[in-house]
């Protein structure tokens, strides 16, 4: 495989190797593969690992059924099947990426939609790279370079990363996609990359081109990373309880931007954040947005009141790691700033010409706010 030597199946041999070895399949797990498949639209069983009772614990089949592109990946005895993998000749790296509640099939960093389902999770006695323990038909026939398994899920930048890594190994970077596909990981520092766990503020859903979400705007503007975890109408502490759940993005930069939609009863803003904050990995690095106020939120009314009491208390909270965004664009209004409008700038609320409704922001004020995201990032190394 590329330039480095890899055991060839023969579709009549296989090997045989004790559950110990890599003994992951009873809880989460991570597992990569790399091979070469010799056949076309023949089934083929690259590996298969089975319990004492004979039901598959952790496997990958290609061309099930003599299928053409079908690949089906097991998490326990459920198979995560992929029907339009086109890479089913090789030379292909697939990934089972198994979390609690549901696993996912990847094929060159790709996992298509319906590619993934429930897992289940037990231990594994017997593990036959090559074919089946059970029985002698459908071995591999064709190159198996490397297996690597991990105890745990990886998060979707680390499972990147060692994709990218054994691309690179084993020459395949062409076949990959991802953020490492055009660089080699073993000669590139791995770069911080963000996730936005927020409302409709970072949702927006209402803006129908992806490349005036403020996510976006950062992912391009930075060369980063940027998922979008908005969802619109959420409460702070629904979105707090999103982040304190996540097993996807725990190693990235975080960004809250919620609260405009207040916590749930029992809670406050301030609560709701510190929880979220409480919950990161030690050293990560964090940034605050604020709550906005509607139109009919002025200067004085009780919503206004109280959405800016919940941004104070924040601010002091975390005074290091908030960007009052709402406050810099109302500046913009001042007498004499680039969109300048005396009565919004007087009621403390957002102009109509940088809304899109009357609490959310159109495009502009949108892109407005990503530019102050973008220049605090930059200033403080993110």
Known sequence: MGTLPSLDFSGSNHMDMSAEVMNLTAASYSLFRVWDNDLNATAAIHDLGKNSGGTVRTGLQVDVGN??????????ATAITDGAATESDGPA????????????NYVNGIT??????????????TWRIGGDPANTGSRWNGLISEIVGYNRVLTIDEGALVLGFLA???????????????????TNPRPLNMVAFGDSF???AYLTDPAEKW?????????????????????STQVTDRSIADVNYTDRGHIFFCGTNGPD???????????????????????????????????????????????AAVAAAFPDNWLDVRSMIIALQAPGQPYQDGTAYADDVVSAALRADGLHLNALGVSLYAGFIGDWLIAEGW
């Not at 690179?168 to 953020?179: F, N, R, T």
């Not at 690095?285 to 919940?310: D, R």
């Open 215 to 235: 996510t976006n705007i950062v992912a391009a503007r930075m060369g980063r990373l940027v998922a979008n975890a908005g969802i619109g109408g959420q409460t």
């Open 93 to 104: 790296i697939t990934q089972l990426r198994g979390t609690a509640s549901i696993a996912y």
């Open 67 to 76: 299928v053409d592109n079908r690949i089906y990946q097991y998490s326990g």
């Open 202 to 204: 970072t949702e927006l």
């Open 168 to 186: 690179w190994k084993w020459g395949l970077q062409g076949s990959i996609a991802g953020e490492w596909a055009a660089k080699d990981p073993r």
């Open 265 to 311: 009863a029992g809670h406050t803003v301030l609560g709701d954040i510190q929880a979220a904050v409480a919950d990161l990995a030690p050293g990560t690095k964090f940034l605050i947005l604020p709550s906005f106020n509607s139109s009919n939120e002025p200067v004085g009314s009780a919503g206004y009141i109280n959405k800016m009491a919940n941004n």
């Open 112 to 125: 298509r939609g319906g590619a993934n389902g429930v897992p289940t999770y037990g231990a594994m006695t």
